[in-house]
T-cell receptor, first 115, second 113 residues
């Protein structure tokens, strides 16, 4: 069964600093997708970044980047130049490379950003 | 505004009652997904519809049912409500199979008292 594990229930970072959120997953599939979603206090689930497993290059979206280690089944999110607006719950998610679009979510990491 | 509309935003009801949550997907999206978010269970996949047909079923209780209508909006029906059904219910939509990720609505907060 697919499982996603986020081992850090809470993290904190100083404004303008860099923080890395960890995620590991378990799968027997060779082709799949990985995501980081952000859930601020507004409760809205917002897609932060996406990585296709067949791509070796790590995805980057402005201040957000991932370190995708396929063999280790690790998918960490790095937030550079942290801003107060980055404070949120971050969820790692996995999607099989098939016609089924369901996401398997981790339990989340609550990120606090200090001024 | 994500383009996915969920109503109502908040709902308070008593145990044993039945409620209906509604979701309008983003324009052009054929797939609709329902998720339940609670503190103890995290984000749980309930069910997926694609162009009116059930595509996948997750941890959905028998007391819960859903459907997707010809205009592609979807409804999640929750009956014989229990205190443990109190949660945030999300709808999400995608153009096709959702392999590239999808767009979430802002959720319906259900409180069962």
């Amino acid at each position: 069964a697919q499982t996603v594990t986020q081992s850090q229930p809470e993290m904190s970072v100083q404004e303008a600093e860099t923080v890395t959120l960890s995620c590991t997953y378990d799968t027997s599939e060779s082709d799949y997708y990985l995501f980081w979603y952000k859930q601020p206090p507004s409760r809205q689930m917002i897609l932060v970044i996406r990585q296709e497993a067949y791509k070796q290059q790590n995805a980057t979206e402005n201040r957000f980047s991932v370190n995708f280690q396929k063999a280790a089944k690790s998918f960490s999110l790095k937030i550079s130049d942290s801003q107060l607006g980055d404070a949120a719950m971050y969820f790692c998610a996995y999607n099989r490379g098939s016609t089924l679009g369901r996401l398997y979510f981790g339990r989340g990491t609550q990120l606090t950003v200090w001024p | 505004d994500s383009g996915v509309t969920q109503t109502p935003k908040h709902l308070i009801t008593a145990t044993g009652q039945r409620v209906t949550l509604r979701c309008s997907p983003r324009s052009g999206d054929l797939s609709v997904y329902w998720y339940q978010q609670s503190l103890d269970q995290g984000l749980q996949f309930l069910i997926q519809y694609y162009n009116g047909e059930e595509r996948a079923k997750g941890n959905i209780l028998e007391r819960f049912s859903a459907q997707q209508f010809p205009d592609l909006h979807s409804e999640l029906n929750l009956s014989s409500l229990e205190l443990g059904d109190s949660a945030l219910y999300f709808c999400a939509s995608s153009e096709n199979t959702g392999l590239g990720g999808y767009t979430f609505g802002s959720g319906t907060r259900l409180t069962v008292v």
